[in-house]
């Protein structure tokens, strides 16, 4: 039995992810935007210099949590070269902040094409139009770029690109945060420990 340690949210749920769930699904229901899927995602590359930017986690899972993006663009690059990551995720609607830690795994293809296939054809489209991270020359060019994929899968379906997917972020830390009066924040730590977590109420 993973212990306790005044971590009353541990009685809630065991497991973080299904807290993590239920604490959307409240954001949610009070009008948090992107659905609540909205998070920071934190890589650093192989020397340790560290990225940080807004992605959408559009799945997840008992194993992770999911989100999609150009496996060339600077955040898989470092994904690739050192898959150690955070997700911070803020929904002031309940005044709440989760935030995760663990790796990141590319997911299979048919993982990525099934999500891939349930996009609309103009994020399809732009997936392959957009070399991102990358410079470009200008927005017309870009734009050039979108109306040459157009033609090319005229009539047809937009297949996903090869360069294009998934990775699932398998968390071994997770951390749910509440806003309290004169800075006295709760906040419950989840360590995983075995098939199972480990739940402590730390200092805010
Ligand atoms: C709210 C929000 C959601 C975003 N969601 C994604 C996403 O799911 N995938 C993605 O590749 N980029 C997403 N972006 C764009 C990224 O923040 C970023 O600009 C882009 O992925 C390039 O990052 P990189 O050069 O560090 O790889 C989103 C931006 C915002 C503001």
Known sequence: MP????????????????????????AVAAGAGFDGTAAVLATADRDGRPAARWVLVKDVGPEGLLVFTNYESRKAQDIEANPRVALAMHWPEIDEQFRFEGRA???????????????????????????????????????????????????????????????????????????????????????????????ERWAP
């Open 3 to 26: 212990s306790l340690r005044g971590c009353y949210d541990a009685r809630v749920s065991h497991d973080p992810i299904t807290l993590f769930l239920e604490r959307r699904r409240a």
């Open 105 to 199: 795994e590319r997911l299979s293809a048919g993982e990525s094409d099934a999500y891939h296939a349930a996009r609309p054809r103009g994020s399809q489209i732009a997936a392959w139009a957009s070399p991102q991270s990358r410079p470009i020359e200008s927005r017309e060019a870009l734009a050039v770029r979108v109306t040459e994929i157009e033609a090319r899968f005229d009539g047809v379906e937009v297949p996903r690109p090869p360069f294009w997917g998934g990775y699932r972020v398998v968390p071994d830390r997770a951390e749910r945060w509440i806003n309290g009066a004169d800075r006295l924040h709760d906040r419950f730590v989840y360590t995983r420990d075995g098939d199972g977590w480990t739940c």
